[in-house]
């Protein structure tokens, strides 16, 4: 609103305020005209004198309008006739200063806020005027602007640093449980703002499907495992490649045999009702690797250990991975998620400490799900003499396995030779008994014990049991694969907004917006792309679009976020928990793809553009790619910094061509440390 504007509602406040007194005091003059009490009248005047009209009463009245001369009058002859007339009078001045002064206030208070309303309506005026004269082409904002920043090299020692399980740290934390091989992540001031260089000699990965029994020796130049574990067939190093034949502790006669054998004792694993499973101590993954061919999708897990760099071989073959153990916290995953949970000779304690490792591995399978282990005890009669330990020992351990799995309501599927399953029961009555035995160990969770609470929570020393909407999401309730991916689970009520419509409109998105990111980046969809993380997933739309192409994708879910998670696995996909202020669970060199979609508009204010930016570089395979999807807002910001770290990228439209919103397409350049010779 203009200057003139506010004058003219000031003038007219006062304005009313004038009127009112001189209403006030004429009236009040022509009340109290017949009595002695001038002098108190002519000391109200001086009181609420606001102008001449103050000290001229009566020539006001003779400039009153005909009404208000007949009440005065009316007034005075009242006045007159009073029997009583100096009694009154006092009483009448009185209850009439009181009068005046209430009004006045509330008078007073009433154009304050008739005032205050005026500008907020002239506000709103305003603002709508501007919105409809600007142009819907232009933001309203400024684009965030940022200095230009270039990022040094890190040192060549750091060429498969893992920020959050860096051996040279774990001297700090304590043995207990291995706890030391948790995420242990530097604080702000420890973390590195350099580019992680790749190891000398480097070469493009192979290719999917080619990778699975191959890879460069110089991407992943690691000597221990291939010298600790060839005699085994885990790998073997010929001239400049590592070879995967196959082999494992447990299946010496090759995976796929291996594999062949559980599918037997499980007809599951063949028609799509077990879709999702997780490998515990997976070694280089190949029993993982096997599964994709039948259909099913595995997170092998392993920590940063001595056995060198596994997680890094799985996700170098294109099987997917993530660094892990569990010890002290739970796995970064929802309750009831995997359809199998699977150890080979993982060399985890099941039995000790309460079996506190089986109460989590019981949490994360779902309701109908499976365990299974090969190595010891199982087959003790036979196996005994080779795990350095008595027949009676390994019989006393099988006997306390079984007694513990069978107190957490698993029940014994089936077993042949050195493979023994387990299923989940989803039967409510064996939850309902733990929970009446007061005595009962392990006991029931109570409800403050939050299921899919899973990012830094501590293991529960306590059985989780299936609620009635978790048991419908169970093997035999839910679809099988394919037909799971499209159909809404019931888990989606429980995210605040879900619903089957929401989902649907969700995967129709992101099939156009896929079949726009194949426009702008042509490798998308090809054999160039195979391992690919979705940075901020809601329910899993991206993976879901991109299913029929040779890829697997990470889903994302903040641990900041609506618990969204649970869904992505019912749908038979992958994923984990994370916060993006920290480094992720990976080694360097481990994606092909990065996507994120409005990561920054969510998380800037908690997360530092530039740390989430170096951490994405340094899991990014060089020639990988990044797709940015953000605000327009923040493109510029995120151009500056990705130069910076020496990416090459171009600014796109999204599919509907918006103003507010644009993509980013990057690519990681190949580069080598200048302590190096490429």
Not at 184 to 206: A, F, M, Q, R, W
Request: charged share 25%.
């Amino acid at each position: 609103m203009n200057q003139r504007g506010r004058r003219k509602i000031k003038k007219k406040r006062f304005f009313n305020i004038k009127s009112f007194l001189y209403l006030s005091v004429s009236f009040t003059s022509c009340l109290i005209k017949h009595t002695d009490l001038k002098s108190d009248l002519r000391e109200i005047e001086r009181s609420a004198e606001r102008g001449h009209f103050l000290s001229h009463p009566d020539s006001y009245l003779k400039s009153s309008s005909p009404k208000q001369k007949t009440l005065c009058n009316r007034i005075m002859k009242s006045g007159k006739q009073s029997s009583q007339p100096e009694k009154g009078s006092s009483r009448i001045l009185s209850l009439t200063v009181l009068f005046i002064a209430l009004c006045g206030f509330s008078f007073y208070l009433g154009g304050m806020f008739c005032s205050e309303r005026v500008k907020i309506e002239a506000k709103d005026v305003t603002s709508t005027t501007t919105k409809s004269v600007a142009s819907p082409m232009k933001p309203t904002v400024s684009p965030l602007q940022i200095k230009s920043i270039s990022f040094p090299e890190c040192s060549s020692e750091l060429q498969d640093y893992t920020p959050c399980t860096d051996p040279k740290r774990w001297k700090r934390y304590g043995v207990h449980r291995l706890s030391f091989l948790e995420r242990h992540c530097p604080p702000v001031y420890e973390k590195n703002e350099c580019l992680i260089p790749p190891p000398d000699g480097y070469k493009p990965p192979i290719r999917w499907p080619k990778s699975r029994d191959q890879c460069w020796y110089k991407n992943v130049p690691y000597d221990w495992i291939n010298k600790q574990k060839s005699n085994q067939h885990w790998l073997k190093k010929e001239a400049d490649k590592f070879h995967f034949p196959g082999g494992g502790t447990m299946f010496p006669r090759g995976v796929s045999h291996y594999v062949d054998q559980m599918q037997d004792l499980i007809p599951e694993m063949k028609d799509g009702t077990v879709r999702t499973a997780i490998d515990t101590g997976c070694g280089v993954a190949s029993w993982g690797g096997d599964l994709l061919d039948r259909g099913i999708l595995t997170i092998s897990l392993a920590p940063r250990d001595n056995h060198e760099a596994q997680v890094q071989f799985a996700l170098e073959r294109g099987i997917p991975a993530i660094l892990g153990i569990i010890s002290t916290q739970r796995l970064p995953f929802p309750s009831n998620s995997f359809d199998m949970a699977h150890c080979s000779r993982c060399l985890i304690p099941w039995t000790e400490f309460g079996g506190i490792y089986l109460l989590e591995i019981h949490r994360i399978v779902r309701p109908g799900g499976f365990w299974v282990l090969s190595g010891p005890p199982v087959n003790y009669n036979r196996r005994w003499r080779g795990w350095n330990t008595t027949m009676e020992d390994q019989k006393s351990d099988y006997n306390k396995l079984q007694s513990l799995l069978t107190s957490m309501c698993f029940k014994k599927y089936a077993q042949k030779d050195d493979i023994a399953v387990w299923q989940k029961l989803s039967d409510k009555s064996c939850y309902d008994k733990i929970a009446k035995n007061m005595e009962a160990y392990p006991p029931k969770c109570d409800d403050s014990i939050e299921p899919d609470s899973a990012w830094y929570t501590p293991l529960r020393p306590c059985v989780v049991a299936p609620t009635a909407k978790v048991k419908n999401s169970g093997l035999g309730s839910i679809p099988k694969w394919p037909e799971r991916l499209n159909v809404a689970p019931e888990r989606i009520s429980d995210v605040h907004g879900g619903s089957a419509s929401g989902l649907k409109h969700d995967d129709g998105k992101w099939k156009n917006r896929v079949k726009h990111y194949k426009k702008v980046l042509p490798a998308l969809g090809t054999d160039k792309i195979r391992n690919v993380m979705d940075m901020n997933t809601a329910y899993g739309g991206f993976a879901a679009a991109l299913v029929k192409d040779p890829v697997w994708v990470m889903n994302v879910v903040s641990s900041y976020s609506a618990n969204t998670l649970p869904v992505v696995f019912d749908r038979g996909l992958i994923g984990t928990y994370h916060d993006w202020c920290e480094a992720f669970s990976t080694y360097p060199r481990t994606y092909d793809l990065l996507h994120l979609d409005s990561l920054f508009t969510l998380e800037s204010h908690r997360c530092e553009m530039k740390y989430v930016l170096l951490e994405m570089d340094r899991i990014l395979r060089p020639g990988g790619y990044v797709i940015i999807r953000e605000s327009s807002y923040f493109m510029d910001a995120i151009t500056t910094l990705a130069k910076g770290i020496r990416w090459s990228c171009r600014r796109e439209e999204t599919e509907y061509a918006v103003e507010s919103e644009k993509i980013l397409v990057c690519q990681k350049k190949l580069w080598f440390s200048s302590n190096q010779t490429s």
